[in-house]
């Protein structure tokens, strides 16, 4: 069975850098492109940056783009979000998500807060 768990959320002040990781079980992690997502108060889920399954492409919405870094670790199942320069419009609940053909898992997310 399929299983993501997060870790690595936390609260932090402007400015500040957190690094969210994502541990698989349960199936073929290095198959799967990998993402991050996240969901603020009020809005809908949206996606942060994702990794494909040779780790050789990334991508990341604008907002985040030279501030975040995505890696992954085939070895260990891990995938990692690194987030610098965090600013209070990155708060939200933040997700692990796998995609490969009709498969797609997801994680309980982690909570990132930042604010002064």
């Known amino acids: 069975q399929a299983h993501l768990v997060e870790s690595g959320g936390g609260s932090v002040q402007p400015g500040g850098s957190l690094r969210l990781s994502c541990k698989a079980s349960?199936?073929?992690?290095?198959?799967?492109?990998m993402n991050w997502y996240r969901q603020a108060p009020g809005k809908e889920r949206e996606p942060v940056a994702g990794i494909r399954a040779d780790g050789a492409y990334t991508n990341y919405t604008d907002s985040v783009k030279g501030r975040f870094t995505i890696s992954r670790d085939n070895a260990d199942y891990t995938v990692n979000l690194q987030m610098n320069s965090l600013k209070p419009e990155d708060t939200g609940l933040y997700y692990c998500n796998a995609k490969w053909w009709i498969s797609d898992y997801w994680g309980q997310g982690t909570q990132v807060t930042v604010s002064s």
């Open positions: 349960g199936f073929s992690f290095e198959n799967f492109f």
